[in-house]
């Protein structure tokens, strides 16, 4: 695509609307139902942000009552959600292929946030190989917990490779992470912080965060009990595939696996681990500071397949996943990579890549045009 062919379709869009198909529901509506509010309200944007004609005083002042009425979000009720229900029922139904997950972090939330007073920050570490859901359950999470998401103030994404990149810099990383830590909890107790590729993080740089996961009531006068810490990691994933192939080897259901069985596993293979980022040697797991590590298992085309079907759905291109036809399922993994030879049976990246595979492979239709 060209910088022309973009314009011209922005151009089209403008100029004819397709409110069944819109960017923003709630405005699709309204120009549906009350284009005259609608009209006027475009009139006023296009003055404000386009040095339009002619500016709506009346909206004006509603916009800037809205300003001060405190929208901005904050520490509240009203911001801070906790939808338990919402998180159930999304890792049950969005989740594919993890039952040693949903149930697991469901419950250690709930816990957690049902609790006015809890003896620890939770502290959650989730391993498995890309693409089998880790970066998927945050989002869940993140949606359930706060209203707005992983865009929320109070959620805080901390990705390894991006901000910590240079082992020689250590001492700086520590302050950085302490500083930023003790801000957000400062602000808000229930901070969420989600840290990404932690086996990617400079050795000796996660025990920063020590202090506040341990059972302390108080450090200089700030309660670090409410916040909810996140670890995502490959570490150990080979571990896990290989538990599961042999598991398969034996003929057994994927679903026998067991959560005690993966968890020994995961513990020695995270402390034995040879790469020397993130967890290794790390006091968190000396001290048993985290509360639970949660593997997440490789996954197979069946559930690569659910994922095609879900991405679809959520482009807007069917109602629902049965309605979504094999051709145009398989002409997506087409596109993936399985691991070869007997491991063929697990896919290598998951369903990271899908939903950029689907636009691929279907451009701006909903009709595959490859
Ligand atoms: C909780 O989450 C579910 C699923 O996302 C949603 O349908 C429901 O409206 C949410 N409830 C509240 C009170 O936000």
Known sequence: MTLRTVLLSLQALLAAAEPDDP????VAQQYKEHPEIFRRTALHWTSVFAK??????????????LKNMGFEECCSERWIIHN????????EQKLYGQHLVGKVVANHIQAHVRNKNPHKALALSFHGSTGTGKNHVSRIIAEALYKKGLHSKNVHLISSTKEFPHQEMLPLY?????????KQVKICAQSLFIF????????????????????????????????????????????????SLDHFREGKRREEIQLVDMENILAKAVINTD???????????????????IPFLPLTR???????????????????????????????????????????????????????????VMLDSCKVEL
């Open 23 to 26: 960017q923003d529901a709630v």
């Open 52 to 65: 339009g004609p002619k500016k709506d005083k009346e909206l004006e002042d509603k916009v800037a009552s």
């Open 84 to 91: 338990v229900t919402g998180l159930r029922a999304n890792l």
């Open 174 to 182: 520590k302050d950085r992470l302490r500083d930023m830590i003790e």
């Open 196 to 243: 990404d590729e932690i086996d990617k993080m400079p050795s000796g740089l996660i025990d920063t965060v020590k202090p506040y996961l341990d059972y302390h009531e108080h450090l200089n006068g700030v309660n670090y009990r409410q916040a909810i810490f996140l670890f995502l990691s490959n570490a150990g994933s080979n571990a896990i595939i290989k538990h």
């Open 275 to 293: 790469t020397k980022g993130g967890l290794w040697h790390s006091e968190l797991i000396a001290k048993h500071l985290i509360t639970a590590f």
């Open 302 to 360: 069946k559930h690569v397949q659910d994922c095609v079907r879900d991405v679809l759905v959520t482009k807007g291109c069917y109602r629902r996943p049965k309605e979504v036809s094999q051709y145009t399922v398989d002409n997506v993994l087409k596109e993936l990579t399985f691991n070869s030879g007997e491991e063929q049976l697990f896919s290598v990246t998951g369903c990271k890549r899908v939903a950029e595979k689907v636009d691929f």
